[in-house]
């Protein structure tokens, strides 16, 4: 079965420019975050939809991120405009939830660098 | 509000050798996961295990085990004669279900290195 899969896997742009990240979760799974890892914060949830509606955004950064979920397998994370500080890993991940929480399975990443 | 601390930054240790990675969380919920992923150098996030806040007993998994202690808010991971290939970064999370949140949060990672 494929993974979560994250397009695309490495991406330079130049500040003020608008960054698109996607994701495709793991099919049959309904929720679906994004996360971003840095050396000074690690690994920090920025938000999470279940069922393509979003739950939590409370860790996006300010105004300049958004995130949607058109439909259950896609959601994509946009930045605009990019600045310098935006440089860090973004993972996606999926997992299905029920009556209990289940393990979040994580894409490979995407590796976004702002000059 | 939940926290997990991961105070071992870095460890090294000799092929062979057993390690024990800690981990201490916080968190006020009676419910709640917690769990460990793997990041080895290429980068991925790997999930190793997932335990509920009701199952106090250990896990054993190959080479890995979990010691999972309510007591003292643990929950440490072993891994028994150690390889190269578990040369990796190691987190801890924990997943609170209050609310029905799903929210992860994740230590800072302990990361091991294993020479040959």
């Known amino acids: 079965d494929a993974g979560v899969i994250q397009s695309p896997r490495h991406e330079v742009t130049e500040m003020g420019q608008e960054v698109t990240l996607r994701c495709k979760p793991i099919s049959g799974h309904n929720s679906l975050f994004w996360y971003r890892q840095t050396m000074m914060r690690g690994l920090e949830l920025l938000i999470y939809?279940?069922?393509?509606?979003?739950?939590?955004d409370s860790g996006m950064p300010e105004d300049r991120f958004s995130a949607k979920m058109p439909n259950a397998s896609f959601s994509t994370l946009k930045i605009q405009p990019s600045e310098p500080r935006d440089s860090a890993v973004y993972f996606c991940?999926?997992?299905?939830?029920?009556?209990?929480?289940?393990?979040?399975?994580f894409g490979p990443g995407t590796r976004l660098t702002v000059t | 509000a939940q926290k997990v601390t991961q105070a071992q930054t870095e460890i090294s240790v000799v092929e062979k050798e057993d390690v024990t990675l800690d981990c201490v969380y916080e968190t006020r919920d009676t419910t709640y996961y917690l769990f460990w992923y793997k990041q080895p150098p290429s980068g991925e996030l790997v999930f190793l295990i997932r335990?509920?806040?009701?199952?106090?007993q250990n896990e054993i998994s190959g080479r890995y085990s979990w010691n999972f202690q309510k007591s003292t808010s643990s929950f440490n991971f072993t891994i028994t004669a150690s390889q190269v290939v578990d040369s990796a970064v190691y987190f801890c999370?924990?997943?609170?279900?209050?609310?029905?949140?799903?929210?992860?949060?994740f230590g800072k990672g302990t990361k091991l290195t294993v020479n040959p």
């Open positions: 999370a924990l997943s609170s279900t209050q609310g029905g949140s799903e929210k992860l949060v």
């Open positions: 335990r509920n806040s009701f199952d106090e």
């Open positions: 991940a999926s997992s299905f939830k029920g009556t209990r929480t289940y393990e979040q399975y």
């Open positions: 939809f279940n069922n393509n509606v979003p739950i939590d």
